[in-house]
């Protein structure tokens, strides 16, 4: 990042808001302005920067008093119509007129956060006026919390003599997250760690509970906690911040007077010794237990209020866990006790009171004790042995490369910022501490000097703590099933027990809903913006080719805050056929073995000694003329403050020449994390592996993609993960090949990301590493078959009482004039009709449509969905209403703007030079981006519906099908919907 853009004082602050604190953070060029609201008791937090992406949020303390999802639930429905915005969605609406970089909610144990972020000055006060409004100001309609927390209706919504249903969208969104065992092991750990406070209750709701609440509880709620007392403002980026208080001022805080809110949460108390939990999992009936249980210890560790014992904690943390390396992670590896750490091992300094977990994943109940006992164990060790110093420098050295890092590929940078200081502020009043690391990190290094630091604190917190539980999660075959005859029993004792007019009142409530969801709104009262407000032009990201003997070094300029990042290409379509499939282990294994000679153990702990890390992926590049051709790629990256550019091409060379996948005792151990990593994964990314599957149908690189990142590579991981050290031999022995036939000179294409002061030694370690690869023959790319597109009805089993549905459809590649349209197709029909059909009637937590321009498919999905059939309708529905052309040019304009708002996103520092390489790569010019970019802004009614009827209905290519979800619900829908007849049902 560049020097903040201004340094804000308390004079530029408008009457009312009272100074506090100005303090510069040039390890992160940034400036954080504290400063506070006395009339309301609101507190502020700036932070100056000269990033566009400017950032606001406004974060309450949510503690919750049980586990009904009331917090989860009113983050939900404040979104659903405000005082000035009285319509039925503001939210979503916003989403489809806004340039957005960023727009969400987040309920977490304590606290509730609405942040959004743009780049456009008159789509941030216009997102401002709409979340402050919904923040302090909801309608907190009963129709509002029906649709999105629960409600009562008939399966059949007019026959009083259909089934009686629960509906809602948290309720089927937490449905969904509970049958989820990584989610369920975070939500079963705090029930029995923190017993006294609220971190005991699921914010979220538990299914079983959330009927319980009322909507009369809900606005009780919002009255106690959502109040200026119990508010804290952030802000972020460039726009004035005397600007932005003059609104908030206006919009919300004279309209308060000062009161007292209950919202604080207590230190939990502590218990007087270690407790053991077994809990258990929903797992499909067919499926095998072994191999699927959980084993997790955690400890109540130090207040947030100390942050130097947080910071202590975080590097004991690292030391113990960091990598495979590290000697807790690898005892319990070589334990042979589990597959893989359990999800949320480590220190979680962001509850009132901290903790710290470890565990398996991939074990059996009966090795509950054995697991412990080897926690403990090591742990005993290390308080009498202690760390040598270069491990201890190793963990500050990567704590002080995340804490300078600019990142913002996934989220916005500011967002990391917020997240990071949000629990000390919201508990402590304390945003500083947590970004404000280098003279804490200077007096850790005297202490940790005076010797006993990290052996202490294992003691302390760890070994002698009695405040620790141990808990087993295990798979129960019968619980789904058993769950659901609860659940049933409740409605039809509900049902049995209704009156006539309790069942015509359950009727009209439907009529009600349907007919508010229906009906066409006014939305003049929220704030638009125009076509005109995009940027006609492309953005540009420039970069500089150097040669580097006879080799070629994309060099990108960017400001990455003091650290360089390194990108290698190899082509791997002249692979021996065999070897195809093996190329996504080849990539998750070649950083995780020996190489030079040395050990995984030495080779990982010098990666942390000297990296911000190295990975190593599979890609595929469409080919943006041809759907029918693409090339595959194996990506090598790495990143490392700017003084450890030579140590950081050292390793890359390392393992660009001597891999050694010898070690077959390391493979299997690696595999079975995999395999867990895997199964952890599909929960929560249903929709994208069900569409994966669908679009491998329909062309080759889709193939290639789905085999190797979805189903297929699933289950080929899963029989590898089956074989015992001795037979992954022949596996082995095809790795070693493919590291031979990809590591070549001149065919790797190189990036080298950095500033400009640090490009030139940059270059020179580039050089070196590049000598070191051998230079062989091109290589011929390898033929593949003719591809043919093929139909398909897909059906995939889990043990999830919700599905993911969706239909894929193959359309143009990206140069194609058409392909503008398909995109800006898409926003439409997710915004305008799958939106309320899938979500708001149907309950699902999201129906969404999506037009990738360079694989050229299109798809629908649902997500955690509770129909499968009438889901499979809806899709024929929608691409009738875009057929009739019955939107607006409104519409039209809207669904540019939601297309721009996620086109125009931007990256981190090294994230731009990425995409931009990549772009190179497929031959995605600037001239033929700007070209796309003007289709896009002048995309017509016609060329929408005709887009449709091409390709979408009147097309003669194939259009699958592909439904994950429990093996009950594809049953019904099989039941129920002709098109799901030969569905062709496989367990994952």
Request: proline letters at 6%.
């Amino acid at each position: 990042m560049t020097t903040p853009s201004s340094s804000c004082c308390g004079n530029q602050l408008p009457a009312g808001f009272q100074f506090i604190q100005h303090s510069p953070l040039p390890e992160l060029n940034v400036s954080l302005i504290q400063f506070c609201h006395p009339q309301t008791g609101a507190r502020f937090v700036h932070i100056d920067s000269a990033d566009p992406n400017n950032l606001f949020a406004v974060a309450f303390r949510t503690p919750p008093s049980d586990s009904t999802g009331i917090a989860h639930i009113l983050e939900h429905t404040v979104l659903c119509g405000s005082q000035r915005f009285p319509v039925r969605d503001p939210f979503f609406t916003m989403l489809k007129r806004s340039l957005n970089t960023f727009m969400n909610a987040f309920t977490a144990g304590d606290w509730t956060c609405y942040p959004f972020s743009s780049q456009n000055r008159k789509d941030f006060d216009n997102l401002l006026d709409v979340y402050l409004d919904a923040a302090f100001f909801p309608l907190l309609r009963e129709q509002d919390f029906r649709q999105e927390g629960h409600r009562l209706e008939f399966a059949q919504p007019d026959d009083p003599t259909s089934p009686l249903t629960f509906k809602g969208v948290v309720y089927n969104e937490m449905k969904g997250a509970m049958a989820d065992p990584a989610s369920l092991l975070s939500r079963r750990m705090t029930r029995h760690l923190y017993p006294t406070t609220c971190y005991h209750h699921n914010s979220g709701g538990e299914p079983a509970d959330i009927p319980d609440l009322s909507w009369e509880q809900l606005k009780a709620f919002h009255a106690e906690f959502y109040h200026p007392g119990n508010a804290c403002f952030f802000s972020y980026g460039t726009f004035p911040l005397a600007d932005q208080l003059q609104r908030i001022e206006e919009r919300v805080l004279r309209h308060f007077a000062p009161r007292t809110i209950d919202s604080d949460v207590p230190p939990e108390k502590r218990l007087s010794q270690p407790i053991r939990a077994v809990e258990t999992f929903p797992l499909d009936a067919e499926e095998e237990t072994a191999g699927k249980s959980m084993v997790h210890l955690a400890w109540l560790t130090n207040d947030i209020s100390d942050s130097y014992e947080r910071l202590a904690m975080t590097l004991l943390s690292q030391l113990l866990l960091g990598n495979p390396a590290a000697p807790l992670y690898k005892a319990l590896l070589d334990s042979g006790l589990g597959k893989n750490l359990t999800p949320g091992c480590g220190y979680h300094d962001d509850y009132r009171t901290t903790c710290f977990a470890v565990g398996l994943q991939g074990t059996e109940p009966e090795q509950h004790q054995a697991i412990e006992q080897c926690i403990l164990g090591t742990l005993e060790r290390l308080a009498q042995e202690g760390f040598r110093p270069e491990r201890i420098d190793a963990a500050i050295h990567r704590l002080e490369l995340a804490n300078r890092e600019v990142t913002g590929d996934s989220y916005p940078y500011s967002i990391n910022l917020l997240f990071r200081l949000l629990g000390p502020w919201l508990h402590c009043d304390d945003p500083l501490s947590a970004l404000q690391l280098e003279e804490p990190i200077q007096r850790l290094r005297r202490e940790v000097a005076q010797g006993d630091f990290f052996e202490q604190r294992i003691r302390n917190w760890l070994l002698t703590n009695p405040h620790r539980l141990s808990l087993c999660l295990k798979p129960d075959k019968e619980q789904q099933a058993r769950e659901l005859r609860l659940e049933q029993k409740q409605l039809e004792q509900l049902q049995a027990a209704l009156s006539s007019e309790q069942k015509q009142q359950l009727i009209d409530q439907a009529r009600a809903l349907q007919h508010s969801q229906e009906q066409a709104e006014d939305l003049s009262c929220l704030p638009d913006l125009e076509l005109t407000d995009i940027d006609r032009k492309e953005p540009v990201t420039t970069s500089e080719t150097h040669h580097l003997d006879t080799e070629e070094v994309e060099l990108f300029i960017q400001p990455t805050n003091g650290l360089s990042y390194i990108n290698l290409f190899l082509p791997c379509d002249h692979l021996d056929e065999d070897l195809l499939n093996e190329v996504p282990l080849f990539c998750s294994l070649l950083t995780q073995v020996g190489a030079a000679g040395e050990s995984y153990i030495e080779t990982m702990q010098r990666m942390e000694a000297t990296t911000g890390g190295i990975r190593c992926s599979s890609e595929i590049l469409d080919d943006i003329d041809d759907l029918d051709r693409y090339r595959p790629w194996i990506r090598l990256k790495g990143k490392a403050l700017c003084r450890n550019i030579t140590p950081l091409c050292q390793l890359l060379g390392d393992f660009s020449t001597s891999a050694d996948f010898s070690d077959l005792g390391r493979l299997a151990t690696v595999i079975g994390q995999l395999k867990s990593s895997w199964e952890n994964a599909i929960p929560g990314s249903g929709h994208s592996y069900a569409a994966r599957a669908a679009a491998a149908l329909l062309t080759p690189a889709a193939r290639q993609r789905e085999q190797w990142s979805g189903f297929s590579q699933l289950k080929h991981v899963k029989q590898a993960a089956a074989l015992s050290p001795s037979e992954l031999a022949p596996l082995a022995e095809k790795l070693q090949r493919i590291a031979q036939q990809i590591f070549c000179r001149n065919r790797l294409k190189v990036a080298l990301t950095c500033e400009s002061e640090q490009a030139q030694e940059g270059l020179r370690a580039l050089g070196t590493l590049l000598q070191r690869l051998a230079v062989s023959h091109p290589g011929i790319s390898r033929q593949t078959n003719p591809f043919m597109p093929t139909d398909g009805r897909l059906g995939w089993v889990s043990s999830l009482p919700v599905a993911y549905v969706t239909r894929s459809f193959r359309t143009v590649p990206y140069s194609h004039p058409d392909a503008a349209a398909l995109k800006v197709l898409a926003a439409l029909l997710r915004a305008n009709f799958l939106h309320r059909e899938i979500r708001e009637k149907g309950g699902a937590y999201g129906g969404m449509a999506s037009s990738s321009s360079e694989s050229g498919i299109f798809a629908l999905l649902s997500y955690r969905d509770p129909h499968v059939s009438r889901t499979v309708n809806v899709y024929d529905q929608c691409l009738k209403w875009v057929l009739k052309g019955d939107f607006s040019d409104k519409e039209i304009k809207e669904a540019i703007l939601s297309v721009f708002s996620s086109h125009d996103r931007p990256n981190s520092p090294a994230g731009r030079a990425a995409v931009e390489f990549a772009n190179q790569l497929q031959g995605l010019d600037h001239a033929r981006r700007q070209q796309y970019r003007e289709r896009l802004l002048a995309v017509t009614r016609s060329q929408l519906v005709e887009a449709a009827r091409t390709y979408l209905i009147e097309t003669e290519q194939p259009r699958p099908i592909s439904i994950l979800a429990g093996e009950e619900l594809l049953q019904q829908g099989q039941r129920e919907n002709e098109l799901l007849k030969e569905l062709k049902i496989e367990r994952i």
